[in-house]
């Protein structure tokens, strides 16, 4: 019978019958380079003879690739949204360019090794409210580009009212006994809010 002295891994001996063998495995990024693999011939009760060969397994550009799932996650208005996404590229000294959509959501990139986090962090404004696809592209322009989503929610917070403008002749001075008129504008960016009351003080104004 064929045994192993010295084998990868990644290699195994099958017995095709007849006295003859044949080895088969896939190789992965940490069996790169030479392999040395010596071969034991054996009757089973002693070894007659043995042989030493070398295969080199050649480095081939993986693309880069996510380490976890991404999921659909949601988040509020003005309330600061933060999410870590960890992606590697296995071949090392390949830089990884990242790409987000939609554009407001900014990021920052922390390198260690093989791996890189990226760092989501943003508050949402009353503009981004409703639900996005988040697309995030990895390209080491080696390989071909890895794209993958998640739907984001941005619920909306209520926002006060407020007065825009005061409009002439609303003045610091006002004469007894005269009538007095001025103008204001006021807004809710909250879409499908209305305001329902405007209130004023001293109560000799309405």
């Known amino acids: ?36 693999v010596k071969l034991s011939v054996s009757d089973e009760r002693v070894t007659v ?41 296995n071949e090392g000294g390949e830089s990884i360019t990242v790409s987000i959509e939609p554009e407001w959501l900014v990021f920052s990139e922390t390198d260690e090794g093989p791996l890189k986090t990226i760092q989501i962090a943003v508050t949402p404004t009353n503009d981004n409210v409703g639900v996005h696809t988040v697309t995030i592209t990895l390209d080491d ?7 993958r989503s998640y739907q984001l929610e941005i619920t909306q917070d209520n926002d006060a009212p407020v007065i825009e403008e005061l409009t002439d002749p609303i003045g610091s001075e006002v004469t007894e006994d005269k009538r007095y008129e001025g103008a204001l504008k006021v807004s809710d ?14 109560a000799w104004l309405s």
């Not at 659909?72 to 309330?79: H, I, M, R, V, Y």
């Not at 909250?190 to 209130?199: H, L, N, P, R």
């Open 141 to 147: 322009s080696v390989a071909e580009a890895v794209v």
């Open 49 to 89: 003879d043995s042989k030493e060969l070398k295969i080199t397994v050649v480095e081939v550009n993986n693309a880069p690739e996510f380490k976890a799932v991404l999921e659909a996650e949601a988040s509020q208005e003005d309330t600061l949204y933060q999410k870590d996404i960890i992606v590697s590229d």
């Open 1 to 36: 019978s064929l045994t192993r002295v010295t084998l990868g891994s990644w290699l195994e001996i099958e017995s095709l019958g007849g006295n003859r063998y044949k080895l088969i495995g896939t190789p992965d990024v940490a069996d790169v380079g030479v392999n040395i």
């Open 189 to 202: 960016v909250d879409s499908g809010d209305a305001i329902t009351k405007v209130s004023v003080v001293p």
